[in-house]
């Protein structure tokens, strides 16, 4: 089986985000969203359902379009409500093809919001809705940072309850709104080496020994500069990063070219790599080098000439179900 841990519902219909449009510009909007299942399936059948058929995949764990939780727009109110909108819909994909996806939450942050507010929505999801994990905005300023590093007992409420329900969480930005940083192409991966190097600084798995972070799309610079970070680490007296945070923090395949999939492969043990491809994401077109698309990522997964038949395995099934335990299909 092949299993996408890193999906997002990118090609939700028009009405949707005709809706957000209101919601932002209108004070006290409460219109109800009406969106049908056929526009949901017409929606899916022409992009992510005929992606997995091509490309070979069998289920996505699937969340809200990452550039869309938008958690610097509006106030905690807005973002509630836009949370449990947007987490609604992706329990009515999740219905409807239940093979196919499984449902990840965007949780309802705002800028110097403490983390308490989002546990009422994780609850609902998880304990109602049957989602198997979270999506966490280690930035929800938009590009600014203005909240305290992961490490920091401000983050706590939330992983608190994380651990009560057995669910990770992605450690995913939103869209920016500082000019300096091209949302995709450098606050996403800014983001994933941020969070990276705050967890080495901190001893955050000591008080939660079984918090479960994803860091997408390859882990940013992390495995480019691995040896960088075990250097830091050395400096700062830390243990050896296998026993520091790999027994916690996992990657995901969202990497857009066969060296940088062979990168991660020889630097990251297989044990922490998940498959994935962001599909219909952040880069959506051909690579004229090789005819097919940057993002059919199980083709550098397939590509690669020293992964073991077992490895692949744990790569493309046996880890998501050990990350995401709540997810179980056989």
Known sequence: MIVDCHGHYTTAPQALWDWRKRQVAEKNFSAPLNISDDEIRESLEKAQLKLQRERGSDVTFFSPRAGSMEHHVGDAAISAQWSRVQNDM??????????????????????????????????????ELGFIGCNLNPDPSGGYWKEPPLTDRWWYPVYEKMVELDVPAMVHVSSSCNPAFHFTGAHYINADTT????????????????????????????????????????????????????????FDTCVYHQPGIDLLLEVIPAENILFASEMVGAVRGIDPETGHHYDDTRRYVDGNKSLSAADKARIFEGNARRVYPRWRRT
């Open 90 to 127: 992706i329990h009515r994909v999740c219905r409807l093809y239940p093979d196919n996806f499984a449902p990840v939450c965007q949780l309802p942050q705002s800028p110097g919001v403490r983390p308490e507010n989002v546990v009422h929505e994780l609850e609902r999801c998880v304990k």
């Open 195 to 250: 969070a990276f190097m705050q967890l080495i600084q901190g001893d955050l798995f000591k008080d939660f020994p079984t918090l479960r972070f994803v860091i997408p799309h390859g882990g940013g610079a992390v495995p480019y500069h691995w040896g960088r970070y075990r250097g830091l680490a050395q400096d700062m007296k830390k243990p050896l990063l296998k026993d520091h945070l790999l027994k916690n923090v996992f």
